[in-house]
């Protein structure tokens, strides 16, 4: 948990929501903080199990994964390949398209290219290739006469991605099985604060959405998870033009560390399909291993 990447605070918070429900479930539970001593402390405490609460850069996209597995601890979520790749938006939108799931056009540009010209009709969006929960995304709207002025922390390399208008839905899968559509409302861009503070962004779970885009979004979000090689929990984010109908539901992303408090979209629908945050953790233990 914790971990140096731009998402500790939410890394922090879902480690220690996810330490009292295994310390609930009958665990004994040691809380690491990770740092340049992860692997020293994880030698000193020898656990039969690595529970992996980290999001981000480092603990998402592959290097935790490859020191876990050089040490041998069984860890929890996806393996090295599949935590890289989903982790890279771009490379991972060249599995889906293979996979023949909907995307919308985006390209990589460099970060001054992005500052000094439109490099897209707007509308679109602009946001780092590796990151997650919404971190350093720019909106530019369709009358935007200027391109983005992008902070100067932002990666030399972005994502530059075309706007899809209409409504954010999820969908979290659980091994083999896609749980249910999270409707998210917001009244504005679903940005960082949007998805954790209070009050950002309210969830209809189920979706009130037809059977025929609800049945989609299960079987794209399965197949995500299946062609980049997720394993134990995933959740996968759409957007959904209704006015389009089917044409316009695309997959955005798959995030293979989804949020685990108990009221974060993944934990909320496995609550919605009966089952409850202690045992959603204690599953993801059982399923721990080595080579994912």
């Known amino acids: 948990m914790g971990g140096p990447s731009a998402e500790r605070e939410v890394s922090l918070s879902s480690g220690r929501e996810c330490a009292a429900a295994l310390r609930e479930a009958g665990y004994t539970v040691v809380e690491v903080d990770a740092g340049p ?16 609460a980290l999001h981000g850069r ?3 996209d592959g290097c935790v994964q490859g020191l876990l597995e050089w040490m041998g601890l069984p860890y929890t979520h996806s393996g090295v390949l599949a935590s890289a790749l989903a982790m ?13 799931l909907p995307v919308v056009e985006s390209h990589l540009a460099a970060r001054d290219d992005v500052c000094g010209a439109h490099v897209m009709d707007p509308p679109y969006v602009v946001k780092p290739n590796n ?13 935007a006469n200027a391109p983005p002025a992008l902070s ?15 409504r954010e839905l999820t969908v979290t899968v659980m091994g083999d099985r896609a749980l249910t559509v999270t409707d998210i409302l917001t009244d504005g861009w679903y940005d960082y604060d949007a998805k954790y503070k209070a009050g950002g962004s309210r969830h209809v779970v189920p979706a009130e959405i037809p059977a025929e885009i609800s049945e989609a ?5 399965l197949r995500a998870h299946e062609v980049l090689g997720c394993r134990g929990l995933s959740r996968t984010d759409f957007r959904w033009d209704e006015a389009r109908g089917l044409e316009g539901l695309v997959l955005l992303e798959t995030n293979t560390q989804p949020g685990m408090t108990p009221t974060s979209l993944s934990p909320e629908q496995a609550q919605v399909m ?9 599953w993801m233990v059982e399923d721990a291993s080595c080579n994912r």
């Open 37 to 52: 001593d992860l692997c020293q402390r994880l030698t000193e405490i020898a656990p039969d199990t690595v529970f992996n």
């Open 58 to 60: 480092w603990g998402e």
């Open 88 to 100: 890279d938006k771009q490379k991972s939108k060249a599995a889906y398209m293979a996979e023949g």
């Open 131 to 143: 990151e997650g929960s919404s971190v350093g995304v720019y909106l530019v709207n369709e009358a």
């Open 152 to 166: 100067a922390d932002m990666p030399e390399i972005v994502m530059v991605e075309a706007f899809v208008p209409g």
């Open 217 to 221: 979004c299960l079987d794209y979000a």
């Open 274 to 282: 009966g089952i409850s945050f202690p045992e959603l953790c204690r």
